[in-house]
Each structure stands twice: as structure tokens, then as C-alpha cells.
Nanobody, 123 residues
């Protein structure tokens, strides 16, 4: 069974840091593009990053220079390091497996979602 399990969310004050984990099972991360999305209250899911099988990551303009992706191949886990957090970063963060090795959107068919983890940044 293909599954993504997220962890690491919580409450942090403005300027702080968090590291989110996306643990994959039932597939190998290196074969697929993995996206992070976030959803603020009353908003749709917003792309945060796209990580291709070759390890290249494209970041949304709003998080460039503050967020960074890393991977632990032995644990089949992807990490999202978030620094210099701002209240605007508040939302539920999801990792998602694209059906293939290239780009997908939140509305693409065959996307596998994690359960989401809440990130709250206070001013």
C-alpha cells in the first residue's frame, strides 16, 4: 500500500524554525516527483515545492531562501526545513506523491496525499 506519513508540525513564534518529515512506504521516493502543499484557513492548497527524482527542487517564490528540502534515502523520508517562519506561513502542510516522475498539481489524477500536519506561526 502506498502511504505518506507526515510529522513535525507545531506552534512556533515568528522567526523560528521547524522541520517537517514525509515518510514514504510502498514506493521509493527517487522514482517520483514529490510535492509539498500548504492550505491556510479558507484558502485552497498552495504549492510550496516540487522535488524531482533527480533531487532538483523548485521552490515557490514566497519561501525561496527560507525553506529547504533534504532526503534520507535509507529511511525513504523527505524533509522540509523551514526557517525564518512568518505568520503568513501558517496552515496545514501536506506532502504528495505525483503519479509519475514529473510535475503534478493538487487536482491531478492519481496524486497520493499524506494526512497533513498543522503549522502555526505566532507574531
Amino acid at each position: 500500500q502506498v502511504q505518506l506519513v507526515e510529522s513535525g508540525g507545531g506552534l512556533v513564534q515568528s522567526g523560528g524554525s521547524l522541520r517537517l518529515s514525509c515518510a514514504a512506504s510502498g514506493f521509493t521516493l527517487d522514482y517520483y516527483t514529490i510535492n509539498w502543499f500548504r492550505q491556510a484557513p479558507g484558502k485552497g492548497r498552495e504549492p510550496v515545492s516540487y522535488t524531482q527524482p533527480n533531487g532538483v527542487t523548485i521552490y515557490a517564490d514566497s519561501v525561496k531562501g527560507r525553506f529547504a528540502i533534504s532526503r534520507d534515502n535509507a529511511k525513504n523520508t523527505l524533509y522540509l526545513q523551514m526557517n525564518s517562519l512568518e505568520p503568513e506561513d501558517t496552515g496545514v502542510y501536506y506532502c504528495a506523491k505525483c503519479p509519475g516522475d514529473y510535475y503534478c498539481s493538487s487536482s491531478s489524477r492519481g496524486v497520493v496525499w499524506g494526512q497533513g500536519t498543522q503549522v502555526t506561526v505566532s507574531s
